[in-house]
Nanobody, 118 residues
Framework: QGQLVESGGGSVQAGGSLRLSCAAS????????VAWYRQAPQKQRELVAT??????TNYADSIKDRSIISRDNANIVYLQMYSLKPEDTAVYYC?????????????WGQGTQVTVSS
């Protein structure tokens, strides 16, 4: 059974930076594309960045040029975010692409809260 643990969130002022981490159990990430998603209050979850097994990256326009997604050789994926804006406030999640399924349901970790104040 897979497990995802996100960390690194916090409260920062606009213009600040955060580095989010996502640790996966086992070898879940090794051959998979991994993505960071975020969900702001009363909004749908949105995909913001992806990284393939060969480290090809893509970003949503909302965070492009302000973020870097990376992965180590084990099972950790990072999202370094710069020049944070209040609209970046959300719970951030990671997952494989497509999302992990456990017992027939999409599996998500607990996420990590990012709060950006103006």
């Amino acid at each position: 059974q897979g497990q995802l643990v996100e960390s690194g969130g916090g409260s920062v002022q606009a213009g600040g930076s955060l580095r989010l981490s996502c640790a996966a159990s086992g070898s879940i990430f090794r051959l998979n594309t991994v993505a960071w998603y975020r969900q702001a209050p009363q909004k749908q979850r949105e995909l913001v960045a992806t990284i393939t097994s060969i480290r090809t990256t893509n970003y949503a326009d909302s965070i492009k040029d302000r973020s870097i997604i990376s992965r180590d050789n084990a099972n950790i994926v990072y999202l370094q975010m710069y020049s944070l804006k209040p609209e970046d406030t959300a719970v951030y999640y990671c997952n494989t692409v497509p999302t992990m399924r456990v017992n027939g349901y999409d599996y998500w970790g607990q996420g990590t809260q990012v709060t950006v104040s103006s």
